[in-house]
């Protein structure tokens, strides 16, 4: 079983940076491909971005070139900066994992974390 625990999470202005960490517990880590997904009040869950275990990285066009995802094999940790922020970007975000394929319907997410960015 993979459990997933982000942190990182809260209110920042427009134009500010925030990280997001997800901490990796359980299952196959180094065989896991790793995302984020996020989702505003009232709208459907997103796909934001996603590294693959083989190291391939994507993004949603929404946040490309302003949000970054990393994975620290070592400490089973996942990141994602987020540069620029804007007020469309406020949702909850989730760490997602699955062995294959996690950007489409990944098996394992993560309680989600706020992110509030005020104009």
């Known amino acids: 079983q993979v459990r997933l625990a982000e942190s990182g999470g809260g209110l920042v202005q427009a134009g500010d940076s925030l990280r997001l960490s997800c901490s990796v517990s359980?299952?196959?880590?180094?065989?896991?491909?790793m995302g984020w997904f996020r989702q505003a009040a009232g709208k459907a869950r997103e796909f934001v971005a996603t590294f693959a275990s083989g190291g391939r990285q994507n993004y949603a066009d929404s946040v490309k070139g302003r949000f970054t995802i990393s994975r620290d094999d070592v400490k089973r940790t996942v990141y994602l900066q987020m540069d620029s922020l804007e007020p469309e970007d406020t949702a909850v975000y989730y760490c997602?994992?699955?062995?294959?394929?996690?950007?489409?319907?990944?098996?394992?997410w993560g309680q989600g974390i706020q992110v509030t960015v005020s104009s």
């Open positions: 997602v994992a699955d062995y294959a394929a996690v950007y489409l319907n990944p098996k394992y």
């Open positions: 359980g299952g196959n880590y180094n065989a896991l491909d």
